[in-house]
């Protein structure tokens, strides 16, 4: 089991930057699949970006494209979220999860099994 922690959220002016950090409990970090969602009130949770376990591998929903950039550091148990360039449409709460996948990189939210509390981004124009 592992639980999650983000940080970094707040209030930025649009086209400004902010980094967010998701911090893992446990000694299995390195063997889950990391991903960040987001979203609105009433809304459903979508997908951000994810990676894989050894870092090589990425994946963003087309809205973060060029963006927003996934890392992780698994000796610090850390997943970061560094998002560039926002936009007041990137305004949500933004949530990590872990997950063993039966699929390399899932994007569907039903997928990951351990969920932060989430952190709230707002972007103003």
């Known amino acids: 089991q592992v639980q999650l922690v983000e940080s970094g959220g707040g209030l930025v002016q649009v086209g400004g930057s902010l980094r967010l950090s998701c911090a893992a409990s446990g000694r299995s970090f390195r063997t889950y699949v990391m991903a960040w969602f987001r979203q609105a009130p009433g809304k459903e949770r979508e997908f951000v970006a994810t990676i894989s376990r050894s870092d090589a591998t990425t994946s963003y929903a087309d809205s973060v494209k060029g963006r927003f950039t996934i890392s992780r550091d698994n000796a610090k148990n850390t997943v970061y979220l560094q998002m560039n360039s926002l936009k007041p449409e990137d305004t949500f709460v933004y949530y990590c999860?872990?997950?063993?996948?039966?699929?390399?990189?899932?994007?569907?939210?039903?997928?990951?099994?351990?969920w932060g509390q989430g952190t709230q981004v707002t972007v103003s124009s």
């Open positions: 999860a872990a997950t063993s996948p039966r699929v390399p990189l899932p994007v569907r939210s039903s997928e990951y099994t351990y």
